[in-house]
């Protein structure tokens, strides 16, 4: 049973930044492609960024050059490192691994970014 858990949202100012965290457990973590999902209040789930099991990292277009993606296979974790961080950002972020068939999703973690 794969499990994942987020961490580390909050309240930002513009411009800020934070780091969030995603802890995955019960499955071999360092063979998949692990994924970050947003979602704001009245939209729909939009992909954020990703990275493959070799560490190559690919990014929407929003936030390329502000968020960037990391993996840490010995300790089952893959990282957000979210800068400049705007208004738009706020939303409710999700890490997400297909494995088997099967996409797995945390619980999600609040960011707000507002002044």
């Known amino acids: 049973q794969v499990r994942l858990v987020e961490s580390g949202g909050g309240l930002v100012q513009p411009g800020g930044y934070l780091r969030l965290s995603c802890a995955a457990s019960g499955s071999d973590f360092s063979e998949y492609h692990m994924d970050w999902y947003r979602q704001a209040p009245g939209k729909q789930r939009e992909w954020v960024i990703g990275i493959d099991s070799g560490g190559l990292p690919n990014y929407a277009d929003s936030v390329n050059g502000r968020f960037a993606i990391s993996r840490d296979n010995a300790k089952k974790t893959v990282y957000l490192q979210m800068n400049s961080l705007k208004l738009e950002d706020t939303a409710v972020y999700y890490c997400?691994?297909?494995?088997?068939?099967?996409?797995?999703w945390g619980q999600g973690t609040q960011v707000t970014v507002s002044s």
């Open positions: 997400s691994m297909a494995a088997g068939g099967t996409e797995y």
